[in-house]
Protein backbone atom coordinates (compact mmCIF):
# COMPACT_ATOMS: atom_id res chain seq x y z
CA UNK A 1 0.00 0.00 0.00
CA UNK A 2 1.46 3.53 -0.77
CA UNK A 3 2.16 5.94 2.26
CA UNK A 4 -1.27 7.54 2.61
CA UNK A 5 -2.27 4.26 4.37
CA UNK A 6 0.43 4.34 7.04
CA UNK A 7 -1.77 5.26 9.98
CA UNK A 8 -2.39 4.30 13.37
CA UNK A 9 -6.31 3.08 12.40
CA UNK A 10 -5.15 0.95 9.67
CA UNK A 11 -2.50 -0.48 11.07
CA UNK A 12 -4.62 -1.59 14.47
CA UNK A 13 -7.34 -2.60 11.49
CA UNK A 14 -4.77 -4.94 10.06
CA UNK A 15 -3.30 -6.48 12.89
CA UNK A 16 -6.65 -7.10 14.87
CA UNK A 17 -7.94 -8.88 11.93
CA UNK A 18 -4.66 -10.83 11.51
CA UNK A 19 -3.18 -9.57 8.41
CA UNK A 20 0.38 -8.94 6.74
CA UNK A 21 1.04 -5.75 5.33
CA UNK A 22 3.55 -3.84 3.64
CA UNK A 23 3.07 0.00 3.65
CA UNK A 24 5.14 2.70 2.20
CA UNK A 25 5.89 4.91 4.80
CA UNK A 26 6.86 9.21 4.18
CA UNK A 27 10.05 10.73 5.42
CA UNK A 28 10.32 11.96 8.60
CA UNK A 29 13.19 13.47 10.52
CA UNK A 30 13.38 10.21 12.54
CA UNK A 31 13.54 7.91 10.11
CA UNK A 32 15.92 10.04 8.35
CA UNK A 33 18.07 9.91 11.13
CA UNK A 34 17.60 6.22 11.13
CA UNK A 35 18.76 5.97 7.79
CA UNK A 36 22.13 7.85 7.73
CA UNK A 37 24.42 6.03 8.11
CA UNK A 38 23.17 3.40 6.07
CA UNK A 39 22.63 6.35 3.33
CA UNK A 40 26.67 6.70 3.89
CA UNK A 41 27.39 3.79 2.92
CA UNK A 42 25.44 3.41 -0.38
CA UNK A 43 27.07 6.85 -1.44
CA UNK A 44 30.51 5.40 -0.55
CA UNK A 45 29.96 2.17 -2.80
CA UNK A 46 28.28 4.01 -5.41
CA UNK A 47 31.31 5.92 -5.70
CA UNK A 48 33.39 3.06 -5.68
CA UNK A 49 31.99 1.17 -8.28
CA UNK A 50 30.26 3.91 -10.12
CA UNK A 51 26.83 2.58 -10.28
CA UNK A 52 23.57 2.58 -8.82
CA UNK A 53 23.59 1.44 -5.28
CA UNK A 54 20.94 0.35 -3.01
CA UNK A 55 21.40 -0.90 0.39
CA UNK A 56 18.44 -2.34 3.03
CA UNK A 57 18.08 -2.53 6.59
CA UNK A 58 15.47 -1.85 9.29
CA UNK A 59 14.77 -0.82 12.48
CA UNK A 60 11.78 -0.32 14.90
CA UNK A 61 10.14 2.73 15.11
CA UNK A 62 6.24 4.14 15.98
CA UNK A 63 5.24 7.14 14.76
CA UNK A 64 4.14 9.77 17.17
CA UNK A 65 0.01 8.64 16.62
CA UNK A 66 0.83 4.61 16.64
CA UNK A 67 0.11 2.79 19.80
CA UNK A 68 3.47 0.29 19.31
CA UNK A 69 6.57 0.33 17.70
CA UNK A 70 6.57 -1.67 14.28
CA UNK A 71 9.25 -3.14 12.01
CA UNK A 72 10.25 -0.23 9.28
CA UNK A 73 12.44 -1.82 6.70
CA UNK A 74 15.32 1.03 5.33
CA UNK A 75 15.94 1.33 1.52
CA UNK A 76 19.37 3.40 1.14
CA UNK A 77 19.82 4.03 -2.55
CA UNK A 78 22.43 6.65 -4.71
CA UNK A 79 20.88 6.40 -8.18
CA UNK A 80 23.20 7.24 -11.11
CA UNK A 81 22.79 8.72 -14.92
CA UNK A 82 24.82 9.15 -17.31
CA UNK A 83 25.50 12.96 -17.26
CA UNK A 84 23.58 13.54 -13.93
CA UNK A 85 24.66 14.20 -10.22
CA UNK A 86 24.03 11.39 -8.17
CA UNK A 87 20.80 11.49 -6.59
CA UNK A 88 19.93 9.73 -3.03
CA UNK A 89 16.70 8.02 -2.56
CA UNK A 90 15.71 6.80 0.57
CA UNK A 91 12.79 5.04 0.96
CA UNK A 92 10.34 3.56 4.26
CA UNK A 93 8.39 0.53 4.19
CA UNK A 94 6.49 -0.52 7.37
CA UNK A 95 5.48 -4.60 7.53
CA UNK A 96 4.61 -7.13 9.95
CA UNK A 97 6.27 -9.85 7.63
CA UNK A 98 9.04 -11.80 8.65
CA UNK A 99 10.98 -11.97 5.03
CA UNK A 100 14.14 -10.33 5.21
CA UNK A 101 14.44 -6.80 4.18
CA UNK A 102 15.60 -7.16 0.90
CA UNK A 103 12.74 -9.80 -0.25
CA UNK A 104 10.10 -7.49 1.39
CA UNK A 105 11.36 -4.40 -0.32
CA UNK A 106 12.19 -5.64 -4.11
CA UNK A 107 10.04 -8.84 -4.55
CA UNK A 108 7.00 -8.15 -2.69
CA UNK A 109 6.74 -4.17 -1.87
CA UNK A 110 7.96 -3.16 -5.28
CA UNK A 111 5.04 -6.10 -6.56
CA UNK A 112 2.40 -3.57 -6.42
CA UNK A 113 3.70 -1.50 -8.74
CA UNK A 114 3.43 -4.69 -11.30
CA UNK A 115 -0.30 -4.24 -10.61
CA UNK A 116 -1.05 -0.43 -10.27
CA UNK A 117 1.24 0.63 -13.22
CA UNK A 118 -1.40 -0.51 -15.89
CA UNK A 119 -4.09 0.65 -13.82
CA UNK A 120 -2.69 3.95 -13.99
CA UNK A 121 -2.11 4.14 -17.65
CA UNK A 122 -5.47 2.82 -18.66
CA UNK A 123 -6.92 5.84 -16.20
CA UNK A 124 -4.30 8.29 -18.29
CA UNK A 125 -5.49 6.83 -21.52
CA UNK A 126 -9.19 7.47 -20.66
CA UNK A 127 -8.91 10.21 -19.35
CA UNK A 128 -7.22 11.55 -22.42
CA UNK A 129 -10.09 11.00 -24.74
CA UNK A 130 -12.81 13.60 -25.31
CA UNK A 131 -14.32 14.60 -22.56
CA UNK A 132 -17.76 13.89 -23.76
CA UNK A 133 -16.78 10.52 -24.85
CA UNK A 134 -15.69 10.34 -21.21
CA UNK A 135 -18.73 11.59 -19.38
CA UNK A 136 -20.77 8.97 -22.51
CA UNK A 137 -19.22 6.04 -22.29
CA UNK A 138 -17.39 3.09 -20.54
CA UNK A 139 -13.57 2.98 -19.82
CA UNK A 140 -12.25 1.45 -23.09
CA UNK A 141 -8.55 0.69 -22.58
CA UNK A 142 -6.61 -2.43 -24.03
CA UNK A 143 -4.46 -2.84 -20.70
CA UNK A 144 -7.72 -3.06 -18.37
Known amino acids: MDGGFAAAKMFAFLERE ?26 RLSRETGQT ?23 AEVVRHPGR ?24 YCARGDIENPIKSCIMAWKSTAPAAVASSPI ?5
Open 53 to 75: EHLYSETRYAAGTWDQRRRVIIK
Open 18 to 43: GLEYVVAMGKNKGLERRAARLMGTAR
Open 85 to 108: KPKDNRRFVVTNRKHSSRHLYEAI
Open 140 to 144: NCAAC
